[in-house]
C-alpha cells in the first residue's frame, strides 16, 4: 500500500493551496481517508476526514470553512482544498487511511509521507 502526497509548499496568508493524495495497492473505497497535520514540536493532529463515498466530512474546529475534503474514488485520490491560511497552518500535512470513518487516529492504517505547507504572514 502506498499514499503519495502532493501540494505543498509556500504561500502567503490569505492564500490557499490544493494537496492531493494518490492511494495504490488498496481497495480506496474501503477506506475513510483523513488528513492529519503535524507542526514543528507539536503532536500530530487531525484536520478533515471523508467518508468512504465522500457523503460524510468531518473538519478540526482551527480549519472550519477554510479547508475542504473531497475525493475521487475512480482516480484513488483524497483532495484537501485550503483556503484563507494562516501562519499557524503551517505544518507537515499526511493523509492516511482508515477502516473507521470515525476512529480515532489509532485507526488509520496506513499514512502517506507528508507535504510540507508553509504560510508566511
Known amino acids: 500500500v502506498q499514499l503519495q502526497a502532493s501540494g505543498g509548499g509556500l504561500v502567503q496568508a490569505g492564500g490557499s493551496l490544493r494537496l492531493s493524495c494518490a492511494a495504490s495497492?488498496?481497495?480506496?473505497?474501503?477506506?475513510?481517508m483523513g488528513w492529519f497535520r503535524q507542526a514543528p514540536g507539536k503532536e500530530r493532529e487531525f484536520a478533515a476526514r471523508i467518508s468512504y463515498s465522500g457523503s460524510l466530512t468531518d473538519y478540526a474546529d482551527s480549519v472550519k470553512c477554510r479547508f475542504t475534503i473531497s475525493r475521487d474514488n475512480a482516480r484513488n485520490t483524497v483532495y484537501l482544498q485550503m483556503n484563507s491560511l494562516k501562519s499557524e497552518d503551517t505544518a507537515v500535512y499526511y493523509c492516511a487511511g482508515s477502516r473507521a470513518y470515525r476512529g480515532d487516529i489509532a485507526t488509520y492504517d496506513y499514512w502517506g509521507q507528508g507535504t510540507q505547507v508553509t504560510v508566511s504572514s
Open positions: 495497492g488498496l481497495t480506496f473505497s474501503n477506506y475513510a
